[in-house]
């Protein structure tokens, strides 16, 4: 498990150090330590249950922590009320008024803060150009689309000029495409605002797509924190690797380690992985190799360091093939390929025989626990 680096408090928008939060017996949050910088998008990620909303509810201040601080802008907030945080939220069914026109629903955050009634409509006007919604001032929220209703939500959220801005799945009630298009106008808007976000999601997709870095979470810990990249490719632990995007993973045995390189044999075969992992792992113990369905290749059967194969399945995405490939030499079960195009639907159809080579980049290898 690897542990967020030590941000001093006054280089961040927001910092969380050593929070524990429990609810009755339940412990949502075991002494996480977490600094956001200035402009950060940061994604909180993980199944239900793993503390993210937790944290992101600390930050809003509708709860506090059992032990431990929360700061925003290096200033200690643990008592301070959420609507003296400056902070603006965004959740998941928008919580828009019904008897409110879009106009009033913006503004409404700037008249509870008493702001002078010429600069609420300036304001709103700026808001509503934002999120692309001018000349819809008088509508109401059911004369709206899903997607629309989103972008009031935002603009609400914006037009009081949070410190932070706090997201709590806002796309989960979203069709594919609409939610893909809103996700790069939040981003864009995000990054022309130099706006400091915390977005909760268990969607890897999103959490991939958006962050500058991300949370890994579970049990109320952070496993990883990296970017998207870093946790894609280098997952900390087995959790990780698991849980971050589609992988595959095939039984192993440890041959050797020297240096930075690792020998693992599956299948009859032998390939090299990074060695940080399994430091301290003895030759012959049992390892479970983690490797992306990209990194699997496909060649001929019997083709020299290759794994024997048969073709099972065949599903087709459009820009890709999955394949399920039955190999009784790495594991009980099916093993996912991906082949980038669509060849692979007229010229491995289920029933085929293949070599399966595994490209190591990006492969990760933890001991049998």
């Known amino acids: 498990m690897t542990t967020p680096a030590p941000t001093k408090a006054k280089d961040a928008a927001v910092t969380f150090d050593q929070v524990t939060k429990s609810f009755g017996e339940v412990r949502a949050l075991d002494n996480v330590s977490l600094a956001i910088p200035r402009g950060e998008f940061m994604t909180l990620l993980g199944p239900s249950g793993c503390g993210k909303t937790t944290l992101l509810k600390l930050a809003a201040g509708f709860l506090g922590p059992d032990s431990g601080s929360v700061s925003i802008g290096g200033k200690l907030v643990n008592d301070v009320p959420t609507y003296k945080r400056e902070i603006g939220m965004m959740f998941q069914n928008y919580a828009l008024f019904p008897h409110m026109s879009v106009a009033e629903n913006i ?13 609420i409509r300036k304001r709103v006007t700026d808001a509503l150009a934002l999120v692309k919604l001018t000349g819809m001032d008088d509508r109401k929220p059911k004369q709206l689309s899903g997607g629309q209703q989103q972008r009031v939500a935002l603009a609400r959220a914006l037009v009081i000029n949070p410190t932070v801005l706090l997201l709590d799945e806002p796309f989960s009630a979203l069709d594919k495409n609409l939610r893909a298009s809103m996700q790069i106008e939040l981003r864009d808007i995000q990054r022309k605002l130099g706006l400091t976000t915390i977005f909760v999601t268990h969607d890897q997709s999103e959490a991939l797509s958006l962050s500058d870095r991300m949370a890994v979470m579970s049990e109320g810990k952070i496993r990883q924190l990296g970017t998207p990249l870093e946790v894609y ?10 849980f971050v995007g589609d992988t595959n993973r095939l039984r192993g045995e440890l041959v050797s380690v020297a240096a930075a390189d690792a020998v693992i044999a599956i299948g009859g075969v032998h390939i090299s992985v990074p060695a940080e992992l399994l430091s301290g792992a003895r030759a012959s113990t049992p390892v479970d190799l983690f490797v992306r369905p990209e990194r699997l290749r496909l060649g001929a059967p019997g083709e020299a360091g290759t794994m024997a194969g048969q073709i099972v399945a065949q599903t087709y995405h459009g820009g890709h093939v999955d394949l399920q490939i039955a190999c009784r030499a790495c594991s009980g079960d099916l093993l996912l390929v991906r082949s980038s195009g669509d060849q692979a639907m007229i010229h491995l159809p289920p029933g085929t025989a293949v070599g399966i080579s595994i490209d190591v980049d990006g492969c990760a290898a933890f001991p049998l626990t």
């Open 107 to 119: 503004a409404y955050g700037l008249k509870a803060r008493h702001v002078p009634r010429r600069e």
């Open 233 to 242: 490719r280098r997952p900390a632990d087995r959790f990780v690797a698991s």
